[in-house]
T-cell receptor, first 110, second 115 residues
Framework: DSGVTQTPKHLITATGQRVTLRCSPR?????VYWYQQSLDQGLQFLIQ???????AKGNILERFSAQQFPDLHSELNLSSLELGDSALYFC?????????FGPGTRLTVT | AQSVSQHNHHVILSEAASLELGCNYS??????LFWYVQYPGQHLQLLLK??????LVKGIKGFEAEFIKSKFSFNLRKPSVQWSDTAEYFC?????????????FGGGTRVLVKP
């Protein structure tokens, strides 16, 4: 157990909808990363926040956005969902260079 | 952009066999290197890491990896696998100096250990 929690574990929704995925850190972790894992794209970095500020962006679609709140939990918002957004979404918290992953949210868009 | 290649997509072997998984990356600068393991239905767990120093690093569960700078490689090894090593293994690279410390992952290698 990494100590990083993610909710919900599973999410099934329809195309065109909007969802919010939540991630909570271990104590003291300031940096949060979001990754998408899909069969065709593999594991891809989406976005990073550090202590509430956006630090780096990867292959994140404009329909997707994220936030990190003062209590350091983070949310990933996915809107106008398409079938191709079905994937596992992981968050990871880091102290220094090591990243500790949450259990993931499996999103299914129907 | 940097990339990470894992040469084998699937590996099937018997218990007690030796395992070696290849990983090559394309980035000319200094990097941190990682191997993660994902057991069926579980999250990514850090197996081992290389930041600097001795290029042969030891991780958890009897795994080790060797960094060969001249070959841009970071291969994972285990002398004798167990059925419980059935999992997907990911190599990841973090280039130093890039914005943030994002990880670039290889495509993963699914390992099936037959009892």
């Amino acid at each position: 157990d990494s100590g990083v929690t993610q909710t919900p574990k599973h999410l099934i929704t329809a195309t065109g909808q909007r969802v919010t995925l939540r991630c909570s850190p271990r104590s003291g972790d300031l940096s949060v990363y979001w990754y998408q894992q899909s069969l065709d794209q593999g594991l891809q970095f989406l976005i990073q926040y550090y202590n509430g500020e956006e630090r780096a962006k990867g292959n994140i679609l404009e329909r997707f956005s994220a936030q990190q709140f003062p209590d350091l939990h983070s949310e990933l918002n996915l809107s106008s969902l398409e079938l191709g957004d079905s994937a596992l979404y992981f968050c990871a918290y880091a102290q220094g260079y090591e990243q500790y992953f949450g259990p993931g949210t499996r999103l299914t868009v129907t | 952009a940097q990339s990470v290649s894992q040469h084998n997509h699937h590996v099937i072997l018997s218990e007690a066999a030796s395992l070696e998984l290849g990983c090559n990356y394309s980035y000319g600068g200094t990097v941190n290197l990682f191997w993660y393991v994902q057991y069926p239905g579980q999250h990514l767990q850090l197996l081992l890491k290389y930041f600097s120093g001795d290029p042969l690093v030891k991780g958890i569960k009897g795994f080790e990896a060797e960094f060969i700078k001249s070959k841009f490689s970071f291969n994972l090894r285990k002398p004798s696998v167990q059925w419980s090593d059935t999992a997907e293994y990911f190599c990841a690279v973090n280039p130093l100096g890039a914005a943030g410390n994002k990880l670039t992952f290889g495509g993963g290698t699914r390992v099936l250990v037959k009892p």
